[in-house]
């Protein structure tokens, strides 16, 4: 006699089997039963642990289909390691993406006065900049600020972010940057006079940035005053830039304010 399966469900009804991925650190996923995607930090037996953009956590069982990964469903596995996977982290802190593409770009901006202030967002930031799609320009300098805001023409769909130096009640910088009104662009800026001091002095091997008198320029005294090699501050500032290898080199008051410019562009922040 034949023998047929007592499964009576139509072909193509039925749930094709999912590929299965390892839960290797790192790998960013989506729980769709709740919409959480996050990237995984720890993986034990039967559960994966996984970690958002903000650092939440939330624990899940590893069920067959249980998972998405860039919109396709997927079975998570435990890697063949027995030991509990740990995720590795971008200059910037985040939780990195392995073999993550860049995304294409927003409209959205973000713009920084100087090229040095740009080569040190792009230094620790760059690849969550690269992930979100976010490009960084330069400014040389932000008397015009207003202006160059109206011709970007910022919106709901395109926000602009300022990041200014010398960002102080009562300064010039403070009273133009109050100027820029538009809902759609954010201005925020340090307390330094210069990027370099938003490098932590501890990690330059000097005990602290030295003043500069008034009316000096800034660079120039402060290379003179370190012993640097004050005609050629480029150079100085690429050796600076070499001793920056993560956010923990950077003083906090620089940290926030980037990580606020990039929530609101991204629309993470509040316009």
Known sequence: MRQYSADLTP??????????????????????????????????????????????????PLEPRGFLLEGRVVTLVRPSSSAPVRPSRTASGSVAVPGARARVARAGRIY?????????????WGDDLRVEGVVVEYLGGVDDLPSIV?????GPDARLGVLVDHLVPGSKEWRIAESVTSEHALVVGHPYIDIWEAVKPSSLGIAAWPR????????????????????????????????????????????????????????????
């Open 11 to 60: 072909p193509w009804k039925k749930s094709q089997p999912a590929p299965e991925v390892a839960a290797e650190p790192g790998l960013v996923v989506e729980e769709p039963g709740t919409g959480f995607c996050g990237a995984v930090i720890r993986c034990e037996a039967g559960t994966v642990t996984l970690e958002d953009r903000f650092g939440k956590h939330r624990v899940f």
């Open 112 to 124: 920084v006065e100087g090229r040095h202030d740009a080569e040190l967002v792009e230094k620790v």
């Open 212 to 271: 500069v008198p008034h009316g000096q320029d800034w660079k120039t005294g402060v290379c003179r005053a370190l012993g640097w090699p004050s005609e050629n501050t480029g150079a100085v500032w690429q050796a600076i830039l070499k001793r920056v290898t993560s956010y923990k080199d950077l003083e906090p008051e620089l940290l926030g304010r980037v990580e606020e410019l990039i929530d609101f562009v991204t629309g993470t922040g509040e316009a």
């Open 150 to 154: 109206a011709e970007f023409a910022p």
